[in-house]
């Protein structure tokens, strides 16, 4: 009956996040190459919402040091003018399984210390030779993904965004409401 309800109000359920999808971006970058010439560039991270407090403090210190120990790939932090923290991480290009894993990790480290609530997005960047570049970016929230390839002066390549969506529709979930698909100006690695 609250299902009937909840359809007669126009009230759905929250999509859920789905970290394992991340694990599809190797083989979606493969078709990502082929269809625009856009190729992983190593570099991706991971935004969220600080929490006040020493728990998320030590969390975030743990994460930071668990992706550098080893040869892990150095980790920046920092951040932008809206109070977001970005986690960036740089990997060689042909490494991409090995970055995907890496923000699977800060990820579900932030999920279950129950700090799901205040990630916001992660994303992979791509590059051409001719130096256009794109985002695919993980929305937290709602499951899924959505192209942002940025322009100078704070401009778009809507064309190319529309162009990756259609390549990748079949092998990510990719966002249908364009008005989420919003602006990330000035993250780390674009």
Do not use: I
């Not at 560039?41 to 743990?62: P, Y």
């Not at 937290?140 to 809507?158: E, I, M, N, V």
């Amino acid at each position: 009956m609250k299902r009937w309800w909840d359809a007669m109000l126009g009230r759905t359920e929250p999509a859920q996040p789905d970290l394992d999808a991340l694990f599809a971006l190797p083989s979606a970058a493969v078709t990502l190459q082929a269809a625009t010439g856009l190729a992983p560039t190593g570099h991706g991270s991971v935004c969220f919402r600080s929490a006040e407090g020493e728990a998320f403090n030590r969390l975030q210190e743990e994460v930071v040091d668990l992706l550098a120990a080893g040869n892990g790939p150095a980790v920046e932090e920092t951040q932008d003018p809206y109070g977001y923290t970005w986690l960036f991480m740089r990997h060689s290009p042909d490494r991409l399984g090995e970055l995907v894993t890496d923000l699977h990790a800060v990820n579900s480290s932030l999920e279950s210390a129950g700090f799901g609530p205040s990630l916001l997005c992660s994303l992979v960047c791509f590059s051409a030779p001719t130096g256009r570049g794109l985002a695919l970016v993980y929305l937290y929230k709602r499951g899924t993904f959505y192209p942002f390839a940025p322009l100078s002066g704070q401009h778009r390549d809507g064309a190319l965004e529309l162009q990756v969506r259609a390549a990748l529709g079949d092998e990510l979930p990719v966002e249908p409401d364009l008005d989420r698909w919003f602006p990330l100006w000035g993250a780390p690695g674009l």
